[in-house]
């Protein structure tokens, strides 16, 4: 026995306890924008985030991410927090504006060491490292290029900027590829296409439902040839993957209105995604579901489906909540933020209803079926490919007692139903290769600015510091031990 294994077998009694398989990756996710701060440090210049937040009325209490949780300067700290706890893993993403200033060219070598020294400290803690490459900070000079610059702007709306991901994949690949097995090309391009072109919610707010879907397109193609990028540069045991924030979508009743409008948000919400990048192809329906706002053929080169669709070792999935969706009908909030304008072209005339459950501070219902929903739907598409939870997580009121205590029961009983259903999938048959909790750090909950608390360590925002809370202890145990308990009771 190894000392790890002679740890965990000590630490948790045979009986009572779901066991995860030896290998299964427990950690914890962050992203660069959300915690990092130092926006102008080493080189690094605007990304759209940036822009988006200093616009007055974007963000809540117009909060930016310029300083953030300050972790470019406090991340050995950070670090130091991860292996106390006895987290095994960590999903980090690099900021495309520290490497590539403009979004093309040579790299900045000073933004890159950042990235060494963090992955050289999370192996020297026995932390393995999963790199995320793009985690929604486009350098601004790719939406709109300063005068004098060679790039054609647009942002994710034109196909080149596609092309520089590429090339931003081989120059990371090229920094870290030595150090880092696991690499997921894009965080939830959803969010980037929809939310960022389409209701305008997210930087770099644009409202166009035509360009919203070009923007998706580049995004697979980015995704594409990202996977090209890295696997030219890394060797054969690298696991490569994409994190998408599939919905689980469910009709209202069982009217055949509704199942249309499940099938249009499942075509424009998880399709649009998962069909290029699992099977090489864009779906019939949601072709002609959009038809109106973008001419696909135009759109799709030939070859962009075979770079899309190239194999990928794992798929990342990132789960908070269900969606519950009729045909007709009042809409209230879809969780993804309020606009006028609709982040689902295509289906901008269903009417999303609260899912029953519990709420969590964002208002987004908690079930961990869906969850489990997901995974055996994946499973069911692609048998054999591991499925890693790239985030899960929930938003608490959370405080810190005049005892220096933060107390939030409510995340532990979270992240245990979910861990639970996890763990029934596994029993099921599904492989599931990891868990990452959202998030490591209170952190910049995008336009919901530093009101939203996700993190299992306190961020005490003016002074920076950092307080475990009771969740960091519950979840570090289970790391330690590879088991959670049947109960919380
Ligand atoms: C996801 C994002 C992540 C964080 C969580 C709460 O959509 O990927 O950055 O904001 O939601």
Redesign the pocket.
Known sequence: MTEVQDRKAAEAPADDFLRFPPDFLWGTAT?AY?IEGAVAEDGRTPSIWDTFSHTPGKVNRGDTGDLAVDHYHRWREDVALMKDLGLSAYRFSVAWPRVQPTGRGPAVERGLDFYRALVDELLAAGITPLATLY?WDLPQHLETPSTGGSAAGGGWTVRETAERFGEYASLVAGALGDRVRHWTTL??PW?SAFLGYGSGVHAPGRTDPGEALKAAHHLNLAHGRGVAALRAALPGTAQLSVSL?LHQVRPLTDSPEDQEAVRRIDAVGNRIFLSPVLRGRYDADLLQDTAHLVDWEQLVRPGDLAAIGAPIDQLGL?Y?SPAVVSGSGASRDDCHGRSDHSPWPGAEHVAFHQPPGELTAMNWSIDPTGLRDLLDRIHLERPGLPVVIT?N?MACEDYVTPEGVVNDRERIAFVHQHLTAVHRAIEAGVPVAGYFL??LLDNF??AYGYAKR?GMVHVDFPTQRRTPKASAHWYGRACRTGAVPRSLS
Do not use: K, L, P
């Open positions: 992203s959300q985690h965080n939830e969010c924030n990132n908070y985030e997580g959202w998030s909950e995008w996700f």
